[in-house]
T-cell receptor
């Protein structure tokens, strides 16, 4: 059963700690994306990757980092430099060519106190 | 840069009635794709419908249809026979043609369905 998994669903951290959010896909998609969603708002692009070992900053990359060592995986690290990290984080993937729509994971709700 | 606008932050519809959600976008490109995504309370983003700009025919998926007006840069979503399960946030999204293009999402419209 193909899809995108994000874990955990809820994550709690103390201020000043780095935290890594997991995103795995078995859709054989080339492109993967991380979005941030704040209450009542739309999606803002954090980072994206079109191919393994390559990624680019989105609109709000400050305080975040990513890696893309495997096609299936695109973890997001929220660093202590991110001033307001509490948010809902969505991972998505896309084949990048024939079928342009993005497929989304279930999301991770991060709360930093 | 492309922008997507959804001018209705909230809408409501009576069960079994029809509702139309508005979306406008700004682009200088001629080839692109438009999408409507639904985000129910579970927060899982679900693709509702897609439209290729080169197609004149409006896309339809069961109770969901679009009114695509390319010259006016308008892309509205019509939901017919509304059901309680249609209650969600709806996001309009734009994607340029070509490999490696990113999505631009609108701010969303919250739809309530009244029994």
């Amino acid at each position: 059963d193909g899809g995108i998994t994000q874990s955990p669903k809820y994550l709690f951290r103390k201020e000043g700690q780095n935290v890594t959010l997991s995103c795995e896909q078995n859709l054989n998609h080339d492109a993967m994306y991380w979005y941030r969603q704040d209450p009542g708002q739309g999606l803002r692009l954090i980072y994206y990757s079109q191919i393994v070992n390559d990624f680019q900053k989105g609109d709000i990359a400050e305080g975040y980092s990513v890696s893309r060592e495997k096609k299936e995986s695109f973890p997001l690290t929220v660093t202590s430099a991110q001033k307001n990290p509490t948010a809902f984080y969505l991972c998505a993937s896309s084949s990048g060519s024939y079928s342009y729509e993005q497929y989304f994971g279930p999301g991770t709700r991060l709360t930093v106190t | 840069a492309q922008t997507v606008t959804q001018s209705q932050p909230e809408m409501s519809v009576q069960e079994a009635e029809t509702v139309t959600l508005s979306c406008t976008y700004d682009t200088s490109e001629s080839d692109y794709y438009l999408f409507w995504y639904k985000q129910p309370p579970s927060r899982q983003m679900i693709l509702v419908i897609r439209q290729e700009a080169y197609k004149q025919q409006n896309a339809t998926e069961n109770r969901f249809s679009v009114n695509f007006q390319k010259a006016a840069k308008s892309f509205s979503l019509k939901i017919s026979d509304s059901q309680l399960g249609d209650a969600a946030m709806y996001f309009c999204a734009y994607r340029s043609e070509g490999y490696g293009q990113n999505f631009v999402f609108g701010p969303g419209t919250r739809l309530s369905v009244l029994p």
